[in-house]
């Protein structure tokens, strides 16, 4: 299995940035889509943003269009998510997600990370 590992969360100003990262163990990286989902308390699972193997091909929730960045680095086996003007509602722990495909991983992901927390003072 692909063994994912996100980091770089934290407490955060509203308006402010941060950029999360999502390291992945295993062979063939790029052969995976991979995305990002967040979950605030009491709220269900919701889906971010989501990238293609070699990143052409990108999607994101209505909610952070704009604001935040997906992006990768196959050579570091690496995804981030980059985080701009956030806002209280971002609030939430954020998980990286990945599949062989892009359709999947945006609806059903194969594999999931642990997640990391990201608090926006308000």
């Known amino acids: 299995q692909v063994q994912l590992v996100e980091s770089g969360g934290g407490l955060v100003q509203a308006g402010g940035s941060l950029r999360l990262s999502c390291a992945a163990s295993?062979?063939?990286?790029?052969?995976?889509?991979m995305g990002w989902f967040r979950q605030a308390p009491g709220k269900e699972r919701e889906f971010v943003a989501a990238?293609?193997?070699?990143?052409?091909?990108?999607l994101y929730a209505d909610s952070v269009k704009g604001r935040f960045i997906i992006s990768r680095d196959n050579a570091k086996n690496t995804v981030y998510l980059q985080m701009n003007s956030l806002k209280s509602e971002d609030t939430a722990v954020y998980y990286c997600?990945?599949?062989?495909?892009?359709?999947?991983?945006?609806?059903?992901?194969?594999?999931w990370g642990q997640g990391t927390q990201v608090t926006v003072s308000s």
């Open positions: 990238i293609s193997g070699f990143g052409y091909r990108t």
């Open positions: 997600a990945a599949d062989p495909k892009f359709n999947t991983v945006v609806a059903a992901p194969g594999y």
């Open positions: 295993g062979r063939t990286f790029s052969s995976y889509a």
